[in-house]
């Protein structure tokens, strides 16, 4: 039961970090070198708790089809998306929220289980793990550089 935890100090109000990170079009953006798509529930927009949306994708030369939903929702601090339907056996992404002076703390917890059970953790030691971690962090990394310049303002309108 792999565990990644993922940092990184931006400097931006909490609530545009909050919502770039909920953000659809922003996730497909950022996601766009696995050519990942929204393709049904919330396809476009900030997704809001108890939404689902299913991602199709393509990771190591296979197309994927993932669903998750949003099941805990605190803005401007935490939420969660959980694996309704996919390729991991299960996974709960939790993203937090805080204040640090002028900056935001942003957090990711990605906890999962591979699928195929032994297989799944060979493959997590060999590739899977660090796989995960840099796509988390790559995407991550765009999210800070898109809420420190006024980037953000093509994917948020109301705020």
Do not use: C
Request: charged share 30%; net charge positive; aromatic share 12%.
């Amino acid at each position: 039961m792999p565990i990644i935890e993922i940092e990184f100090e931006i400097k931006a109000p909490i609530e545009r970090v909050f919502d770039l990170a909920r953000g659809i079009d922003l996730h497909e953006e950022t996601m766009s070198k696995t050519n990942e798509k929204a393709i049904d529930g919330v396809t476009k927009g900030l997704i809001n708790l108890g939404e689902t949306v299913t991602w199709q994708a393509t990771h190591f030369g296979i197309r994927q089809k993932l669903t998750s939903k949003i099941t805990a929702y605190n803005r401007p601090f935490h939420f969660r998306d959980v694996m309704v339907k996919g390729a991991f056996k299960r996974f709960t992404h939790d993203h937090f929220f805080e204040r640090k002076g002028e900056n935001v703390l942003m957090k990711d917890i990605f906890d999962y289980d591979s699928p195929l059970w032994i297989l799944g953790k060979i493959a997590d030691a060999l590739f899977l793990r660090n796989y995960m971690k840099n796509l988390l962090t790559e995407r991550n990394l765009l999210i800070k550089k898109i809420a420190e310049n006024e980037d953000w303002r093509k994917f948020l309108t109301k705020i």
